[in-house]
């Protein structure tokens, strides 16, 4: 069954870091890739969650459906790649999520950057890239199909 969307101040908190838990990292207790009974954390990704995003156009934050422009939050590597980990959200959420996770001094979200490095950009369109064999990344990414303005 697909979780339903909720707003950003009803995401549940990553208990070790305060801070909200987006979509996209599975906001449930045991989750997707974390075994039974583990807290919801804002430490990584959830696969399963990431692939929903993509293939039903929802946010990655709050898990609503995506209108345009389509907010991307990223390192300076993703920008310069044109290649995103986490998946579309709306201006809004994205902009909560910088907001939030601003005292965060470590990386997190499974990205390779602390949040004071993120850089938030709006597109109109993106592919959903699946790993190739040989790719040393073996996470699928978000590339921005139309022209990428950063914002903040
Ligand atoms: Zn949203």
């Known amino acids: ?9 009803e995401l549940p908190r990553d208990p070790e870091l305060g801070v909200p ?12 890739d974390r075994p039974a009974g583990t807290p919801v ?15 039903s156009r929802v946010c990655g934050i709050c898990g609503a459906g995506l209108g345009r422009p389509l907010a991307f939050v990223g390192t300076r590597t993703e920008v310069g790649r044109n290649a995103f980990h986490l998946p579309p959200a709306h201006v809004a959420c994205a902009d ?20 004071a490095e993120w850089v938030l950009s709006t597109t109109a369109s993106f592919e959903f890239v699946r790993p190739g064999r040989d790719d040393l990344d073996k996470r699928p990414t978000f590339q921005p199909s139309a022209v990428l303005t950063e914002v903040r």
């Not at 954390?41 to 293939?55: E, F, G, P």
């Not at 907001?99 to 950057?113: H, I, K, Q, S, T």
């Open 21 to 32: 838990v987006p979509f996209a990292a599975g906001t449930d207790v045991g989750y997707g």
């Open 96 to 115: 909560a999520l910088l907001a939030a996770y601003r005292g965060v001094a470590e990386p997190v979200l499974g990205l390779d950057a602390a949040p």
């Open 41 to 55: 954390s804002a430490r990584s990704l959830d696969k399963r969650r990431v692939t929903q995003c993509a293939l």
């Open 1 to 9: 069954m697909d979780p339903a969307p909720r707003e950003f101040s």
